[in-house]
């Protein structure tokens, strides 16, 4: 017997090609696996334009990609959508092409609604009770903006986009504010990018926009779930500059689409839903000039033709002013020798009158009144002089009276007048108290005198705190 060296087994093996051996894997997998259920979550699904549905499906630690052909998906029991979670049967198998496994899918039934998509639906619930979602807080945007800031990242075909459509159909300025819009930080910048972009001043440095755009590309679930972010859709809620959402493609729907002013399906559209056409504008402003001056001209014919038209049934000048002007002539002919007549007429009538005046009818009347007014002085001489002597009587007597009355008088004979300290007159002994001080009034001036000894012994006759009573003043008439 002899020996074999070693690897000589191995060194006449038959050896597979590539393709034999991808499709002895897939003849393998397809008879172990012919058929199979599985429960997951959708994720990246496309519906391609031959009608073929390409998703992922998977769970927590693993995904598999799947395909459903065009003649099954109208028997499918449930649209596939991404975040969906379902239960799937069909065939694994594999993709020589690119050494891939994937299931076929026949059918497809809801498993209920995936953790993300449950979590989005709450949230929605939440914010639409608030009334974040009412149209009638949502802002109109500016029919001709000047400023159209844009939130999106700054390399990509999405920006690009943007700024094309916008040159191409608006002259305006667009300011940009890169954010990343995938991942952990893309909420945090781009509600910190609405924030700023309001904090900026009219006229300042920085022009204020019009209007914001929220851009970015379509992705999964997990690529757009950063615009599901509660503290985003607040801040986009409470903008107070006007934002259209733009986030992913037409059959993408994130919160920020519901609580925005205006959703775009695409960030192209956005750019064409916020700028008008300038040629457009233009030749809709010509077409209106053009129309306005067809519209003035019609309307100046048509006056024309109307004066011309009314013109010719009026009279003529001279047929209007024919008979006043005869009558006007024969009146002027007739003028001259009536005036003559009504001055002679007035001269004969003051001739008349005059004749019949007399200077001696003025006299006598003047020399009648004279005799009644002397007549009335002579009367009324001595009523007038009694009446003045009994004033000047009565005058006379009220002067007396008046001197008899001065308290100032007596003092003139060497009388005094004691007052007390609060100015009232002392007009007992009794009312005074010894050490109280008090003026006395003499009729040159005043001197201070202070009380002295004890009060006198009151008067049986008459009680002291009575005062003298005040002698009746007599009439003098």
Excluded at 18 to 34: H, N, P, W
Excluded at 104 to 121: D, H
Aim: proline letters at 7%.
């Amino acid at each position: 017997m002899t020996d074999t060296p070693a690897g000589t087994a191995e060194s006449n093996a038959q050896p597979y090609s590539v393709s034999e051996l991808a499709f002895a894997l897939k003849r393998t997998i397809e008879d172990a696996y012919g058929f199979v259920r599985l429960r997951g979550e959708l994720s990246k699904v496309t519906f391609h334009g031959n009608g073929h549905v390409y998703l992922d499906l998977k769970d927590e630690r693993a995904s598999i990609s799947g395909v459903i052909w065009k003649g099954q998906v109208r028997g499918l029991a449930v649209r596939p959508q991404t975040g969906l979670e379902v239960i799937v049967t069909g065939k694994v198998t594999t993709y020589p092409g690119r050494s891939q496994y994937q299931i076929i899918i026949e059918t497809m039934e809801p498993a209920g609604i995936g953790a993300l998509l449950a979590q989005l639906e709450r949230l929605k619930a939440k914010l639409a009770a608030e009334g974040l979602f009412d149209a009638g807080r949502k802002k109109p945007l500016p029919a001709m903006p000047s400023v159209i800031g844009v939130i999106t990242s700054p390399t990509g075909a999405v920006i690009r986009d943007i700024l094309h459509r916008i040159t191409a159909r608006w002259p305006c300025r667009v300011i940009v504010w890169p954010v990343v819009v995938q991942g952990d930080q893309a909420a945090a910048q781009v509600r910190s990018a609405i924030e700023g972009f309001n904090r900026l001043k009219v006229g300042g440095p920085v022009p204020r926009p019009d209007l914001l755009i929220v851009a970015r590309g379509g992705g999964s679930v997990e690529d757009l779930w950063p615009f599901n972010d509660e503290a985003l859709a607040r801040t986009v809620a409470a903008s107070d500059i006007p934002i259209v959402s733009a986030v992913g493609h037409e059959t993408d729907t994130t919160l920020i689409d519901f609580v925005s002013d205006r959703r775009a399906p695409t960030p192209t559209a956005a750019a064409e839903i916020v700028t008008p056409v300038f040629a457009d504008l233009a030749a809709t402003l010509a077409d209106f000039e053009r129309r306005m001056i067809r519209g003035g001209g019609r309307i100046l014919e048509l006056g024309r033709a109307r004066l011309a038209g009314a013109g010719g049934r009026l009279p003529r000048p001279r047929d209007l002013l024919g008979p006043p002007t005869q009558r006007l002539d024969m009146a002027s002919s007739r003028l001259g020798a009536a005036l003559s007549a009504n001055v002679a007429a007035h001269r004969q009538h003051l001739t008349a009158t005059g004749a019949s005046l007399r200077p001696r009818l003025l006299t006598g009347a003047i020399t009648v009144k004279t005799d009644t007014l002397s007549a009335l002085g002579r009367r009324l001489g001595p009523l007038i002089r009694q009446s003045l002597a009994r004033a000047e009587d009565r005058l006379v007597n009220l002067e007396k009276l008046r001197r008899s009355l001065d308290p100032d008088r007596p003092l003139a004979l060497g009388f005094a007048r004691v007052t007390r300290s609060d100015g009232r007159l002392a007009r007992a002994a009794a009312n005074l108290v010894s050490g109280e001080a008090v003026t006395l009034v003499f009729h040159d001036g005043e001197r201070g005198a202070v009380i002295d000894g004890p009060a006198p012994a009151p008067n049986p006759k008459r009680p002291a705190t009575s005062p003298p009573k005040a002698p009746e003043q007599g009439r003098l008439f």
